[in-house]
Each structure stands twice: as structure tokens, then as C-alpha cells.
């Protein structure tokens, strides 16, 4: 089952910037799988996802804090039982949201970088 709101076209990629795949970053829908400037991609547990079109501040959390942002559910698809993919888009992003944003993709690069020398020490 996919919720999509009516200007999504499946197969289309409308994003602006290039993303960054995530790990230790949740939001209360659950682990942020991949984050840019302009959205996110989470993987939902919840029985009942939030709605394609819902807008709402979300709190995303990582190790060292937290930062809110004002978001947009772009599209909600169910890929397994009990299981969706969430496309959040941010909404009106300020200065100060901003940077709290670049941390959260400065982390997500650093664990990166860490798993990646791990793996060619090993």
C-alpha cells in the first residue's frame, strides 16, 4: 500500500540536494535511514504511519542532541507488514534550524568515515 500525494509520480527524483545515508538519528516514527538539507527518509514500526500530506514539527535525536524541524510527509509506502517508508520533506527552515541540521549530517558523515576505515583495517 502507497500513499502519494497527487504531484508525486513514482519513479520521478525531485530532490534539490544529494543525500547522506544516516545511522544513530530517529525521529519518534523511528531511524532516519538517510537525510540531505531538504529531507529525510525513515523507516516506520508504527501500526499506523502519519498521513502523506501531514505537516508537523519532528524532533530528530543523535548522540550529541537534538534539533526540531517543521515537516512535510511527503509519502508514506508500506514494505512490509507493520513496516513504511516515510519521505519527509523540511518546511521553512531558519538559521538556527539550519545549523542544527548540518550537525546531524556531520554526524552521519563522521559514522560513516568511522565504518569505513574499520572495515578497511579489518
Not at 548540518?102 to 574499520?118: E, G, M
Amino acid at each position: 500500500m502507497s500513499r502519494m500525494l497527487p504531484a508525486d509520480k513514482p519513479g520521478s527524483d525531485r530532490r534539490r540536494f544529494g543525500r547522506i545515508r544516516s545511522q544513530d538519528v530517529v525521529t519518534r516514527f523511528g531511524e532516519v535511514m538517510d537525510i540531505s538539507a531538504s529531507g529525510m527518509r525513515v523507516m516506520c514500526d508504527h501500526h499506523e504511519p502519519p498521513a502523506a500530506g501531514s505537516i508537523m514539527h519532528l524532533e530528530l535525536r543523535h548522540p550529541q542532541g537534538s534539533v526540531e524541524v517543521k515537516s512535510h510527509i511527503l509519502r508514506v509506502t508500506e514494505i512490509g507488514k507493520g513496516r513504511y517508508e516515510l519521505g519527509i520533506a523540511f518546511e521553512d527552515v531558519n538559521p538556527t534550524t539550519s545549523a542544527g541540521l548540518l550537525a546531524v549530517v556531520r554526524l552521519a558523515i563522521q559514522s560513516i568515515a568511522v565504518d569505513y576505515l574499520h572495515e578497511q583495517q579489518q
